[in-house]
């Protein structure tokens, strides 16, 4: 069985998929969280990409879906991505930013699954993680 196969199958039997929420800025934390959860969601949210990154290493199973700010304090977005697929390499991640546009993932050998700007409206949010954890 591969990774992928059994992170989707803990997902499946599991209860609700665990995404961890990372962004520096905790309005915006909460606000992932007044989306998602009332839809069955479980999060996890970090303000700090070092100590989301830290959970991410220990986690059984691992998060099914990861949403990470670009630009924050220590650590980008894609760096983020980057060790926790260097733990998982077939880890799930939207990248999320309000300061650079879709054309990074064209700059970077480092490939988000999606990417979303801000700001964004719900629905936007609600659509992307129900399409990447259908995939």
Do not use: W
């Not at 915006?28 to 989301?52: H, K, N, S, W």
């Not at 059984?60 to 733990?87: E, F, V």
């Not at 799930?92 to 409206?121: C, N, V, W």
Request: with cysteine; proline share 7%; net charge neutral.
């Amino acid at each position: 069985m591969n990774a992928a196969h059994s992170q989707h199958s803990a997902v499946k039997n599991g209860g609700p998929p665990l995404i961890y929420v990372v962004d520096d800025e905790a309005m915006l934390l909460e606000l992932a969280c007044v989306i998602l959860q009332p839809q069955g969601y479980r999060l996890q949210t970090f303000r700090d990409p070092m100590a989301a990154l830290q959970a991410f290493t220990t986690a059984k199973p691992r998060p099914a879906l990861l949403l990470t700010d670009y630009s924050m304090h220590r650590m980008t977005g894609l760096d983020l991505i980057q060790a926790c697929r260097r733990i998982e390499p077939t880890q799930r991640a939207a990248l999320i930013s309000g300061t650079i546009g879709p054309e990074i993932m064209d700059q970077t050998s480092i490939k988000p699954d999606r990417f979303l700007a801000k700001p964004y409206h719900a629905r936007q949010l609600l659509d992307l993680v129900g399409a990447m954890l259908a995939s």
